[in-house]
């Protein structure tokens, strides 16, 4: 059973406006969350993450949320613009376990012009 | 240039034949990691590595073989390959665990 998931399979935003795209968890031992944006024919590249001490992080237009009493963090963009059109996948590891990562199926975000 | 490079990049081969799929990074990394990308279910991985000589079983290992002889590669191997092995592998680096990994470009696998 997968411990980490993202239940929206795509997501399209007009260029501009807000992109949220949302990941839940599991397993309540992790306590560090990534996103990382994947475009066709590349691997992944790392955006932003956030320790379980924290309840939000910043960089530039991405702002991660998490919601550890929901087991929940999402990613926010704003504002969204076409070449963040990609896949997004969500992240997770923790102290019990550390060396291991678990990631989300991935959202598939379209930002239309 | 930093960077995770992976060889070959697509292989198509058939069932049983053993093979190796090539990762070497240049930025000194102690953490690395293989992964395989299937649809629907997102990255899961198979083996990682620590440091040198250190390396144990991701989420699903089975039918995969890993070595860290030296510190900057990491390969993967498939001793007999089957079907279900067909899929986009990404090879992974970090400075220690508790980091944003680094990804290569991936390698398509195709078993027939």
């Known amino acids: 059973d997968q411990q980490v998931k993202q239940n929206s399979p795509s997501l399209s935003v007009q260029e501009g406006r807000i992109s949220i795209l949302n990941c839940d968890y599991t397993?309540?031992?992790?306590?560090?969350f990534l996103w990382y944006k994947k475009y066709p024919a590349e691997g992944p590249t790392f955006l932003i993450s956030?320790?379980?001490?924290?309840d939000k992080n910043e960089d530039g237009r991405f702002t991660v949320f998490l919601n550890k009493s929901a087991k929940h963090l999402s990613l926010h963009i704003v504002p969204s613009q076409p070449g963040d059109s990609a896949v997004y996948f969500c992240?997770?590891?923790?102290?019990?376990?550390?060396?291991?990562?678990?990631f989300g199926s991935g959202t598939k975000l379209n930002v239309k012009p | 240039e930093a960077q995770v490079t992976q060889n070959p990049r697509y292989l198509i081969t058939v069932t049983g034949k053993k093979l190796t799929v090539t990762c070497s990074q240049n930025?000194?990394?102690?953490?690395m990691s293989w992964y395989r990308q299937d649809p629907g279910l997102g990255l899961r991985q198979i083996y990682y590595?620590?440091?040198?000589?250190?390396?144990d079983k991701g989420d699903v290992p089975e039918g995969y073989k890993v070595s860290r002889k030296e510190k900057r590669n990491f390969p993967l191997i498939l001793e007999s390959p089957s079907p279900n092995q067909t899929s986009l592998y990404f090879c992974?680096?970090?400075?220690?665990?508790?980091?944003?990994?680094?990804f290569g470009p991936g390698t398509r696998l195709t078993v027939l």
């Open positions: 956030i320790s379980s001490i924290k």
């Open positions: 397993n309540s031992m992790f306590d560090y």
């Open positions: 992974a680096s970090s400075p220690k665990v508790m980091n944003e990994q680094f």
């Open positions: 930025m000194n990394h102690e953490y």
């Open positions: 590595s620590m440091n040198v000589e250190v390396t």
């Open positions: 992240a997770a590891t923790g102290l019990y376990n550390f060396n291991k990562f678990y």
